[in-house]
């Protein structure tokens, strides 16, 4: 009924930049709140930045700075510009949604299948 489909990941090198993007479609009333997780091999999975239908933002500690989330309600776009990347930030990237379906329907979490990015000199 929800599909996330991400885009933009690739292989880039130490202080380049990527910018991801998420496109929702399919049955969606509202979405509550969209985002990123990443995870890198060894490693658990972890918010990288989320922003609300209020567009209050949150961002992990290490992406401070270097990350910017941003949103397209009317298309039900949301983007991630990564600048300064460094190779700590190479991981599988998943776009993530709280989505309504309905007025009355209780909000349930969709995921994407992620996008690769990879930092290396």
């Known amino acids: 009924q929800v599909q996330l489909v991400e885009s933009g990941g690739g292989l880039v090198e130490p202080g380049g930049s990527l910018r991801l993007s998420c496109v929702a479609s399919?049955?969606?009333?509202?979405?509550?709140?969209i985002g990123w997780f990443r995870q890198a091999p060894g490693k658990q999975r972890e918010l990288v930045a989320a922003?609300?239908?209020?567009?209050?933002?949150k961002y992990a500690d290490s992406v401070k700075g270097r990350f910017t989330i941003s949103g397209d309600s009317a298309k039900y776009t949301v983007y991630l510009q990564m600048n300064s990347l460094k190779p700590e930030d190479t991981a599988i990237y998943y776009c993530?949604?709280?989505?309504?379906?309905?007025?009355?329907?209780?909000?349930?979490?969709?995921w994407g299948k992620g996008t690769l990015v990879i930092v290396s000199p």
């Open positions: 399919g049955n969606i009333f509202s979405i509550d709140a």
């Open positions: 922003i609300s239908s209020e567009n209050q933002t």
């Open positions: 993530t949604a709280n989505i309504e379906s309905s007025p009355v329907d209780h909000a349930m979490d969709y």
